[in-house]
């Protein structure tokens, strides 16, 4: 059974760095697309990064270009999510999603992705 568990969010004042980790379990994270999604309060759910290995395929949201990484470990099976020069803006509950298609990373919509962890809660003081 597919299962995703985030980690490392946390409360951090402007300019901090974060990473994030999700462990993942019931698949490869090598032949699955993964991806990072962000919710803050009042706002849709957002894509602000996404991987698939068996492309090389790798992307950002414009607003966290240049500032996040997301990167993997495959003898750990868990996807990254390095964190650094946050703004109060990225404050939001940051959730790890997967999906086994690699179409999921061609169009990286909430609705593309059929799991997801539980979330873990980034804030940032201005």
């Known amino acids: 059974q597919v299962r995703l568990v985030e980690s490392g969010g946390d409360s951090v004042q402007t300019g901090g760095s974060l990473r994030l980790a999700c462990a993942a379990s019931?698949?490869?994270?090598?032949?699955?697309?993964v991806a990072w999604f962000r919710q803050a309060p009042g706002k849709e759910r957002e894509a602000v990064a996404h991987?698939?290995?068996?492309?090389?395929?790798?992307d950002y949201d414009g607003s966290v270009k240049g500032r996040f990484t997301i990167s993997q470990d495959n003898a750990k099976n868990t996807v990254y999510l390095q964190m650094n020069s946050l703004k109060p803006e990225d404050t939001a509950m940051y959730y790890c999603?997967?999906?086994?298609?690699?179409?999921?990373?061609?169009?990286?919509?909430?609705?593309?992705?059929?799991?997801w962890g539980q979330g873990t809660q980034v804030t940032v003081s201005s």
């Open positions: 991987r698939y290995d068996g492309t090389g395929s790798t």
């Open positions: 019931g698949y490869s994270i090598r032949t699955y697309c």
């Open positions: 999603a997967a999906d086994v298609t690699a179409y999921a990373c061609a169009s990286v919509r909430s609705k593309n992705f059929a799991y």
